[in-house]
């Protein structure tokens, strides 16, 4: 086996970094640590520390909703978000950062309207998208731009 016939994925429990087999990415794959599902077809929350984690050591895209608990249209956009994640995964990793939560990142990447998506690859923004969305323009939009 070689590095580049794995990814690393972390885990988004408990945050660890795991080493899974291409091949076996659609084979629900556990976390090494805390033996949880890798991919669960849900988003995940994340923090400061837990977005740099993902951003940072994961190897599959990663798309993020960046979002507020008092967004009329962040709230109308979550089960919309929450089905494309079903869709996605394992190919991509769905998150969601509370920009009331983690006032930084928003900052640091510029968030001025919410939701705003931004898809990541290799650590760098390759796309951003401004304005609530279905599940199915979430999927086209993700796939069309990763």
Not at 10 to 23: E, F, G, I, L, Y
């Amino acid at each position: 086996m070689t590095a580049s016939d794995t990814l690393h994925i972390v885990c988004p429990h408990c945050h660890t970094t795991n080493r899974v087999r291409r091949d076996q990415l659609g084979a629900a794959p556990d976390c090494g640590s805390c033996h949880k599902a890798l991919f669960t077809g849900q988003s995940v929350a994340l923090d400061a520390a837990s977005f740099e984690r993902h951003l940072g050591r994961s190897q599959v895209p990663l798309l993020v909703d960046f979002w507020a608990p008092w967004c009329g249209p962040c709230r109308q956009m979550a089960p919309g978000f929450e089905q494309a994640a079903a869709q996605l995964e394992p190919g991509m990793r769905l998150a969601k950062v509370d920009t009331e939560a983690v006032p930084a990142l928003a900052g640091r990447y510029g968030i001025r309207s919410i939701p705003t998506l931004i898809l990541f690859k290799d650590g760098r923004e390759v796309a951003r998208q401004a304005g609530a969305m279905g599940a199915a323009d979430i999927v086209r939009w993700a796939r069309s731009a990763g």
